[in-house]
Each structure stands twice: as structure tokens, then as C-alpha cells.
């Protein structure tokens, strides 16, 4: 492939079986283009960026096929249906590079496949999503988080924030709600953050976490994180037959 630097690439990429979001998003070029920019691709994942995201300045959705560095990818289109995070859509649109971030647009069509799906952020250290990484664009796309975190800078438009490593890693709220925008804005130098978790992405030249909301920051739980795990009353009923029979059955609620 000559002058692979600037994208200029002879021949075809095939693969055998399904077509995944980790064909579509990973590179084997430097300069970090899909070998499928400009096809149109129909791939599946669960969605990790739903509606409040899409209607938010970003103006996007993000979903994830798995747990896996290159997993991950934005999409958008018009006349886009509501989606929720943990929806397993199956999508079809055109790969683009945008601005150096790969994503698939003009969606045509989305088939949602089942809801109320759970997939696990890639837990990671701030150095691995430093802009001069190893492999920052293997995370784009991704649902991340890192923890036990300090702010060390508050920047014009994102915030710095770094784990024990002392390597700093951005962050922004350009995907996030009205509330954590708001908490987001009295972060200062030298606060902590328990875990700071988000879609991360390529913009304005930069790597940055893209916090969704106050969950993203450790901040709160939602709804449905209170109802998981959490008992809210119990009770012990009488057994029956009685305790001298060879068996009995005890009925007990949570």
C-alpha cells in the first residue's frame, strides 16, 4: 500500500462471516482510517449514547457490539428513532471520516433486536486515553471509565483529570445532561472524582471522555441502578405443614 501516511491505499479488505463494528472501526494505518470509509455497512451493537445524547449538542448515538477496545462507534442520520441505552439495534448507513473520527452516517435504517441490554465500560487508566497513547483511537467510540482521579486543570472548553499514573487524560460535556454540565462547571483544580466514566471520542483535534451524566461522575445512581441489588423490605411467613413433619416449606419475600 503506497503512501499509507496520507491514506492513499491500493486494493480491497474482506473478511469472512458477520461484518462487526471492530471491522468497521479498526485501522491498520497510520492515520487511523476505516478501510470501509464510504461503504454502506448494516452492523449490530447495543446502544451506550441514547436519545438525551442525540438531542444534546453532540447531535449523535453511540453503540458497542462488546467489552472490547475497537467495539465502538457513533452514528447518525435523519428522522431517527427514540433509542435507549441498552437497546441491540442492527443499523445500515455509510462510513465516514469526520474531522479524523470515524462514523457511520446517513443511517437509512434501524431494527431494534431487544432492549434492556447491560454492557460493562472498558475500565482504563487516564494514560491509556492520553493524546500521545500507544492506541487512544482503539478506545473511540467506547464506553470508558477510570477511577480515583484528580482534576489537575480546568481548560476552556473540556477539563483535564489524571488516575495514579499522573498522566492526564480530557474530559467534556458536550454529550452530558443539563445537571452534570451544571456540577461539571464548579469542578476545580485539585478535586477528586471517585470515577469518571463516558463515550469516548475524537474532537476538535483531541481524545476527550465525553461524560452522558451525574452517573458518568459518580455522582448519583439512576432509577433503574436503585431498583438492582437493593432490598427495600422483607418478610418471613409461617411454615407449613408444621415443623414435626418430615418436610416443610418456609415462604419468605424480598
Not at 34 to 48: A, K, L, R
Not at 81 to 86: F, H, N
Not at 131 to 152: A, F, H, I, K, M
Request: with cysteine.
Amino acid at each position: 500500500f503506497p503512501d499509507v501516511e496520507n491514506g492513499n491505499y491500493l486494493g480491497y479488505v474482506t473478511t469472512d462471516g458477520e461484518l462487526t463494528l471492530h471491522h468497521v472501526q479498526f485501522s491498520p494505518w497510520p492515520n487511523g482510517e476505516s478501510p470501509y470509509n464510504g461503504c454502506e455497512v448494516t452492523v449490530t451493537g447495543i446502544v451506550t449514547a441514547d436519545s438525551a445524547q442525540y438531542n444534546s449538542g453532540y447531535g449523535a448515538y453511540a453503540f458497542q457490539s462488546e467489552s472490547e477496545q475497537w467495539s465502538g462507534i457513533f452514528f447518525d442520520g435523519e428522522n431517527l428513532p427514540e433509542l435507549s441505552r441498552g437497546d441491540e439495534v442492527s443499523i445500515t448507513g455509510k462510513v465516514i471520516e469526520y474531522y479524523g473520527s470515524t462514523k457511520i452516517d446517513s443511517v437509512s435504517s434501524i431494527t431494534v433486536l431487544s432492549t434492556g441490554n447491560t454492557l460493562l465500560p472498558l475500565d482504563v487508566g487516564t494514560a491509556d486515553l492520553a493524546q500521545d497513547s500507544d492506541e487512544p483511537e482503539s478506545y473511540e467510540g467506547c464506553l470508558v471509565v477510570v477511577s480515583d482521579v484528580t482534576v489537575t486543570s480546568v481548560n476552556t472548553y473540556d477539563w483535564s483529570i489524571k488516575d495514579d499514573s499522573n498522566i492526564s487524560c480530557l474530559m467534556d460535556d458536550d454529550m452530558s445532561t443539563m445537571e452534570a454540565d451544571n456540577y461539571m462547571s464548579t469542578l476545580e483544580a485539585n478535586d477528586m472524582l471517585e470515577a469518571v466514566s463516558g463515550i469516548f471520542n475524537y474532537s476538535f483535534g483531541t481524545y476527550k471522555i465525553q461524560v452522558r451524566n451525574m452517573v458518568d461522575l459518580g455522582q448519583g445512581l439512576t432509577i433503574e441502578d436503585e431498583d438492582i441489588g437493593l432490598v427495600k423490605g422483607f418478610a418471613l411467613y409461617p411454615n407449613y405443614p408444621n415443623p414435626f413433619n418430615p418436610e416443610t416449606r418456609i415462604r419468605f419475600q424480598l
